[in-house]
């Protein structure tokens, strides 16, 4: 079985042949809106200074425990423990939000992703699940068990779920993206370029959407068009980090070749 656990983001396929670890779901993802951190991620959480993420830490921990039982406060105090690698902590956090708001799709959700980030798969399944039914019409919910069914070794499960958030979230990119990383776990690189290749098309698709389209081409002999898709559009800086991960991965004895030997074992 794949672990998946850690940070949730986008980035989910560069994990996978960087790191050999899926991210979930970025479904849950929030846009920041200017002086306002409890709609950051963890992953943007990640990228700010020592400084930024201290005064972040007094106030998120502050405003969730003046109200434990608020959703909001709740999420962003758990994002900001997964940045800092506190998933145990961050668990805790969206159980003790979930147990007080059971019909809030929200909390649910930001729930069954931190038991997931620990591996409780078992668990996020069942919280997931009873995100659905409290939010029938939420695109995410199901992308999230799709992430959560992959992790458990079944991925013809899974992708009924993508479908289904599609079905919901017309050609979303993130969702594409996430049914992309399942074929590439079933080592179907052909059709997850395909799937990458449609969400990195579409209005609104990370940049993130970007380089792991990349890294399948990369991994499928495409060198010089994965690294044209891996430079297009991004600062020089970002485009050597870029051409970074994608030797990584495809180097003999990397990443993907470590990842394909275990796959195959």
């Known amino acids: 079985m794949i672990d998946r656990s850690g940070l949730s983001g986008k980035t989910a396929l560069a994990v996978v042949l960087a790191a050999l670890a899926l991210s979930g779901c970025a479904s849950v993802r929030k846009?920041?809106?200017?002086?306002?951190?409890?709609?950051?991620?963890?992953?943007?959480?990640?990228?700010?200074?020592?400084?930024?993420?201290?005064?972040?830490n007094y106030r998120l921990e502050t405003a969730f425990l003046s109200r434990p039982g608020n959703v909001k406060s709740g999420v962003a105090w758990s994002e900001y423990?997964?940045?800092?690698?506190?998933y145990s902590e961050a668990n805790q956090v969206m159980r003790e939000?979930?147990?007080?708001?059971?019909?809030?799709?929200?909390?649910?959700?930001?729930?069954?992703?931190t038991q997931a980030a620990l591996g409780h798969y078992p668990d996020a399944l069942r919280t997931i699940r009873d995100a659905e039914r409290v939010a029938p019409r939420d695109w995410r919910t199901f992308s999230q068990e799709g992430?959560?069914?992959d992790q458990m070794g079944q991925p013809m499960e899974a992708r009924m779920r993508y479908r289904q958030a599609l079905s919901l979230?017309?050609?979303?990119?993130?969702?594409?993206?996430?049914?992309?990383?399942?074929?590439?776990?079933?080592?179907?690189?052909?059709?997850?370029?395909?799937?990458?290749?449609?969400?990195?098309?579409?209005?609104g698709a990370s940049s993130e959407v970007q380089i792991n389209l990349a890294l399948?081409?990369?991994?499928?002999?495409k060198q010089q068009e994965a690294q044209r898709v891996a430079t297009a559009g991004v600062s020089a800086e970002q485009a050597q980090i870029n051409l970074?991960?994608?030797?990584?991965?495809?180097a003999p004895g990397g990443a993907w070749e470590q990842f394909a030997v275990g796959a195959g074992g």
Do not use: C, F, W
């Open 216 to 221: 399948v081409l990369a991994l499928q002999g």
């Open 169 to 203: 979230s017309p050609k979303n990119p993130e969702v594409l993206s996430n049914m992309a990383v399942s074929y590439v776990l079933t080592h179907d690189l052909a059709t997850a370029e395909n799937y990458l290749r449609e969400a990195n098309d579409r209005r």
């Open 147 to 149: 992430l959560i069914l």
């Open 97 to 113: 939000v979930a147990a007080r708001n059971p019909d809030s799709g929200d909390a649910l959700l930001h729930y069954a992703e």
């Open 244 to 250: 970074a991960a994608l030797q990584a991965a495809t």
């Open 81 to 86: 423990l997964k940045a800092e690698g506190r």
């Open 31 to 56: 846009p920041m809106t200017a002086g306002q951190y409890q709609y950051m991620s963890a992953e943007e959480i990640a990228t700010l200074s020592p400084s930024q993420r201290q005064m972040m």
